[in-house]
């Protein structure tokens, strides 16, 4: 499990480099940065793998602090249990409609429960994928959009989609990370699926002992 996830933070290392080359290269231009919350609304989804490393993180807390985030964890969970009947533990999406849960409400502003008084990251070093790449459009260097989302904050007056120098190797980097989350999954529940997903809040309520002493949590669902 410790070279799984090493090799997760080596390839999500990777991709924040990419992201500081694209500041470099428009300076001015994008202003996502550590500290800036403007994106941290809402729930966005995560695979089983970022949820694990997001739990390291979190577990780093001070206990009076993991107290705080846990709760503002666990009312989002009593939220989305409100509208799901029936969603319980270990809180993984890919069971429900895909429409339920991958066109969530825009006008969702609740704050991630992760961030600070401040408004910075608790735990910016174990961020998911998402949180690395959200702000920029994803485009592979071969023209393939894999999102085509941007922070209205950055590119004033310039269209992003067309800057050439913001692409990058997207479906080698999200080939490698499906293939790292087989692997994680394999480990875990000693099957290697490909996808299993939840939101940020609740990656915080997973009990992954449990799914490793009993996989068909996950798996006979």
């Not at 800036?36 to 602090?65: H, K, M, V, W």
Request: proline residues 6%; aromatic residues 10%.
């Amino acid at each position: 499990m410790k070279n799984i996830l090493r090799h997760y933070q080596t390839l999500l290392t990777s991709v924040d480099q990419w992201f500081s080359r694209c500041k470099e290269s428009f300076e001015g231009q994008i202003h996502c940065a550590a500290g800036c919350a403007a994106c941290c609304r809402g729930l966005f989804d995560i695979t089983l793998l970022d949820a694990f490393l997001l739990q390291s993180g979190f577990n780093r807390l001070s206990p009076e602090r993991q107290k705080t985030v846990r709760a503002k964890a666990e009312k989002r969970l009593r939220q989305l249990q409100s509208d799901w009947s029936g969603f319980q533990h270990p809180y993984l999406l890919n069971h429900l409609p895909d429409e339920l849960w991958t066109e969530m409400p825009e006008d969702d502003r609740v704050p991630c429960p992760l961030l600070g008084e401040d408004g910075a990251c608790l735990v910016y070093e174990h961020r998911p994928m998402i949180c690395r790449t959200h702000g920029l459009p994803n485009i592979d260097d071969s023209g393939e959009s894999f999102s085509d989302l941007y922070c209205t904050l950055n590119f004033d007056g310039i269209d992003p989609l067309s800057l050439d120098k913001l692409r990058w190797s997207f479906r080698r980097v999200y080939a490698q990370e499906f293939d790292l989350l087989a692997l994680f999954n394999q480990q875990l529940l000693g099957s290697p699926l490909r996808e299993a997903d939840t939101f940020i809040p609740l990656a915080l309520l997973i009990d992954f002992p449990a799914l490793a002493a009993d996989p068909s949590l996950v798996l006979s669902r």
